[in-house]
């Protein structure tokens, strides 16, 4: 019963190294979506996708990209990464009006 | 664009009281659902409820309802019998009908929970 899959669950980057974030899901939906949250704030949309081969921005998606393979996976990648990278990042999966499945979340530092 | 807004950075209420946090949302859209989403210490994010804005009938799962008023555009969520593990971040969310199904939040309102 995974549901959606993160990892890792926390990473330390300094300034300009690179990383992808892991993301997969089991529950075969069409739709996935890479939300970051800073301190004290809601969650904000970097990028979604909603199927295989198709991905598009949300409202942050600078220092950011992604690829969608396949239907269960979703990575998302850093190239050069920033302190203003620093956040906590959730991955989600949906279906049509079905609520959204979070996983557990990474909690970047970069310094 | 759609926009949410949770007025209440904080509220607090003691064990067994009934507290009510705040949203309201703007969208041109007729069409669309409402979520309320709590986030306790590890960080999970779990769905408390969900409310189709074609039915007037107020959600409502055990001690968690809400206050849907469309005209209004107002959505909020009154939890009774208030818990200590209630204590979270409450985050209200807007997602369309229509397109990519992606969720809009609001900023959360921290609740905290004295006995």
């Known amino acids: 019963n995974a549901g959606v899959t993160q990892t890792p669950k926390f990473r330390i980057l300094k300034i300009g190294q690179s990383m992808t974030l892991q993301c997969t899901q089991d529950?075969?939906?069409?739709?996935m979506y890479w939300y970051r949250q800073d301190p004290g704030m809601g969650l904000k949309l970097i990028y979604y996708s909603v199927g295989a081969g198709i991905t598009d921005k949300g409202e942050v998606p600078n220092g950011y990209n992604v690829s969608r393979s396949t239907t269960e996976d979703f990575p998302l990648r850093l190239e050069l990464a920033a302190p203003s990278q620093t956040s906590v990042y959730f991955c989600a999966g949906g279906a049509d009006s079905s609520p959204l499945h979070f996983g557990n979340g990474t909690r970047l530092t970069v310094t | 664009a759609q926009t949410v807004t949770q007025s209440q950075p904080e509220m607090s209420v003691q064990e067994a009281e009934t507290v009510t946090l705040s949203c309201t949302y703007d969208t041109s859209e007729s069409d669309y659902y409402l979520f309320w989403y709590k986030q306790p210490p590890s960080r999970q994010m779990i769905l408390v409820i969900r409310q189709e804005a074609y039915k007037q009938q107020n959600a409502t799962e055990n001690r968690f309802s809400v206050n849907f008023q469309k005209a209004a555009k107002s959505f909020s969520l009154k939890i009774s019998d208030s818990q200590l593990g209630d204590a979270a971040m409450y985050f209200c969310?807007?997602?369309?009908?229509?397109?990519?199904?992606?969720?809009?939040f609001g900023t959360g309102t921290r609740l905290q929970v004295f006995p």
């Open positions: 969310a807007y997602r369309s009908a229509w397109g990519t199904d992606k969720l809009i």
């Open positions: 529950m075969n939906h069409n739709y």
